[in-house]
């Protein structure tokens, strides 16, 4: 009963983090919406030199 119910708990965490690899924006990870940000900034950048 015990190696079942072992079983089972590590077949629902691997689920779990399988999900959560295979969709970076999902959950709170910050890296993404950093790399947006930025790239974002250096676009506003370039925009105003070319502007100016």
């Known amino acids: 009963m015990r190696n079942r119910a072992k079983a089972i708990t590590r ?8 999900q959560d690899q ?5 959950g709170n990870s910050l890296v993404p ?4 940000g930025l790239a974002l900034t250096f676009a506003g950048m370039i925009a105003a030199v070319a502007l100016s």
């Open 11 to 18: 077949a629902i965490d691997r689920t779990g983090f399988q």
């Open 33 to 36: 919406m950093l790399i947006i």
């Open 22 to 26: 295979a969709n970076p924006f999902s």
